[in-house]
């Protein structure tokens, strides 16, 4: 079972693939300090994109696992959603989305 398959379930996440790297580093690091502090009640309730940036929903963790998903929350903002490179805040249509230079110059054509 993959990390993604155990905190994550078969639920599609409706992120783009340019954030992937990020999850997945969260995921080893969460489960890190899963196995390490024995947080038995831990799950993760939802993951998804808001406002151009990730969001990291859970219950039973403890202040490392909120800092981690905090860390990967501002990472977001950085990264575009669409390629990983470095990116920033768009507001394009009434969206909030985080791009690279590439991708917010498509979107807008």
């Not at 078969?10 to 390490?36: F, P, Q, T, Y």
């Not at 406002?51 to 963790?61: A, Q, S």
């Not at 501002?74 to 991708?103: A, Q």
Request: hydrophobic content about 35%; some cysteine; charged content about 30%.
């Amino acid at each position: 079972m993959t990390l993604r398959e155990q905190y994550l379930g078969s639920n599609e996440l409706g992120v783009e693939d340019g954030w992937a790297d990020i999850i997945d580093g969260l995921l080893v690091l969460i489960d890190d300090e899963v196995k390490h502090s024995a947080l038995h009640k831990f799950k993760v309730i939802q993951m998804k994109e808001k406002f151009g940036g990730l969001r990291f929903y859970m219950r039973g963790g403890n202040e490392v696992t909120s800092a981690l998903g905090l860390f990967a929350e501002r990472m977001s903002t950085r990264t575009c959603e669409i390629c990983g490179d470095r990116g920033t805040l768009d507001t394009n249509n009434f969206w909030i989305k985080t791009h690279c230079p590439r991708h917010m110059r498509e979107k807008r054509d």
